[in-house]
């Protein structure tokens, strides 16, 4: 089974403040995604990454995936109370497990004013 | 959006009977998968489909089974319910498989079980 850890498990912050989700794991991916949810729903996909090295921008947020392709970030600019919720990354391995995705135990943020 | 929904929302059932919960979808997605997600765990997956009477296990397969007749529905059955399966279940449909890997899952809202 291929572990994807989250770090921090939990977060919360100020309105305005730059904050960095950490998505790690010992093996290599053949693509990585970012999902965030909200209270009594289900994720939804941010951004999708796939090749090592590989920078992807969405208005405030900024995503990374290793050189190594065993590791990915989620960087907020000016975090809003927009951005709370429970953050997501999951990945599909090199080998085996097809289209499935493996996800990380989430990260929990709070954004408050 | 994506056409995905799942019934019935919340459940609340006793240990040792069966239930079943149903993902819906307007989509015409090839790929449905069931998840389970709990605190510290966070999403596992319990069962796939890759197309009509096509399924297979997941990661936490024990205790449940699958069914799906059909391309818009997917069920998910517990046979005989146990407080460890108390927890918030997620339908996700997804059009392609295997490569290119940068296709996404659409989830649904979940359906939040409680055996007692």
């Known amino acids: 089974t291929q572990l994807l850890e989250q770090s921090p498990q939990f977060l919360s912050i100020q309105e305005g403040e730059n904050l960095t989700v950490y998505c790690n794991s010992s093996?290599?991916?053949?693509?990585l995604q970012w999902y965030r949810q909200e209270p009594g729903e289900g994720p939804v996909l941010l951004v999708t990454v796939v090749t090592g090295g590989e920078v992807k921008k969405l208005k405030r947020l900024t995503f990374q995936f290793g050189d190594a392709r065993k590791d990915s970030s989620l960087h907020i600019t000016a975090a809003q109370t927009g951005d709370t919720g429970l953050y997501l990354c999951?990945?599909?391995?090199?080998?085996?497990?097809?289209?499935?995705?493996?996800f990380g135990t989430g990260t929990q943020l709070k954004v408050e004013l | 959006d994506a056409g995905i929904t799942q019934s019935p929302r919340h459940k609340v059932t006793e240990t040792g009977t069966p239930v079943t919960l149903r993902c819906h979808q307007t989509?015409?997605?090839?790929?449905m998968y069931w998840y389970r997600q709990d605190p510290g765990h966070g999403l596992r997956l319990i069962h796939y489909?890759?197309?009509?009477?096509?399924?297979d296990k997941g990661e936490v397969s024990d205790g449940y089974s699958v069914s799906r007749s059909k391309t818009e529905d997917f069920l998910l059955t517990l046979e005989s319910a146990t407080s460890s399966q108390t927890s918030v279940y997620f339908c996700?449909?997804?059009?392609?498989?295997?490569?290119?890997?940068?296709?996404?899952?659409?989830f649904g809202s979940g359906t939040r079980l409680t055996v007692v």
């Open positions: 999951a990945a599909r391995g090199l080998t085996g497990g097809g289209n499935k995705l493996t």
């Open positions: 989509e015409n997605h090839r790929y």
């Open positions: 996700a449909i997804s059009e392609r498989g295997g490569t290119p890997s940068n296709y996404g899952y659409t």
């Open positions: 489909s890759y197309g009509v009477k096509d399924t």
């Open positions: 093996s290599v991916f053949s693509s």
